[in-house]
């Protein structure tokens, strides 16, 4: 059974720039150019890949000066096993996506839409004039609430919980008052990290919420 994930729900990538937010224009003579945070899409899981693969690109295409930083923004998780054991592991902020801090010009472009796994920039289509074919897609930077409130959230300490349980799995409570219990997951409720099972108290089927540390999947 693949896992339950309950940091995740509803997630959307947000919404990059207002309309009326352009790309940063040119540096003046003698201005030193201004680097900017976008995202760019990549392929499922390929994130670490991308990111290991894209700073090496920088450095052999000379362009290291200009792609300064790449990030996966991450969260720390405990993932609940079968058995009720828990491991920590990190939870992406935006699955799917990777941050680039860049000097946006044609070299730093074609580095980071040249690297493998990489599906394009986040940002708005450049349509062609004839209206017939779709155009190329123009990177559109991050503007400062987005880019603040992503690393943000990445920075912080309360762990997800991430669970292998849907509902009508048999659990056993393992903590509280209700130890040695055997019931049924009628509700998960990920972000409370709590779910809602069916326990049978003095031979009635009552709904009880536990947290996910109390419990243990039944094999």
């Not at 004839?130 to 603040?148: N, W, Y």
């Not at 509902?167 to 008052?177: F, Y």
Request: aromatic share 4%; with cysteine.
């Amino acid at each position: 059974m693949s896992d339950v994930d309950l940091s995740t729900e509803d997630l959307a990538v947000p919404e990059l720039v207002e309309p009326s937010e352009a790309p940063a224009a040119p540096a003046a003579e003698g201005r030193a150019p201004i680097a900017r945070w976008y995202a760019v899409q990549v392929a499922s899981s390929c994130e670490k890949k991308v990111k290991a693969t894209l700073e090496q690109r920088a450095v052999t295409l000379g362009v290291d000066n200009r792609i300064l930083e790449i990030e996966i923004p991450q969260t720390p998780a405990v993932k609940l096993k079968k058995d009720g054991s828990r491991t920590s592991t990190e939870e992406k902020v935006f699955p799917g996506y990777v941050l680039v801090r860049m000097v946006l010009d044609e070299d730093t472009m074609m580095a980071v839409r040249s690297t493998p796994n990489v599906i394009n920039f986040v940002g708005a289509e450049d349509r062609r004039a004839t209206g017939k074919a779709r155009g190329h897609i123009k990177p559109r930077p991050l503007s400062r609430s987005e880019v603040d409130r992503i690393f943000k959230r990445a920075a912080e300490k309360k762990p997800v919980v991430k669970v292998d349980l849907t509902e009508g799995d048999q659990i056993l409570v393992t903590a509280g008052p209700f130890k040695d219990f055997q019931g049924e997951v009628i509700e998960i409720s990920g972000e409370r990290n709590k779910l809602k099972a069916l326990l049978s108290i003095f031979g009635r089927e009552t709904p009880v919420e536990l947290e996910f540390s109390q419990i243990s999947k039944q094999s």
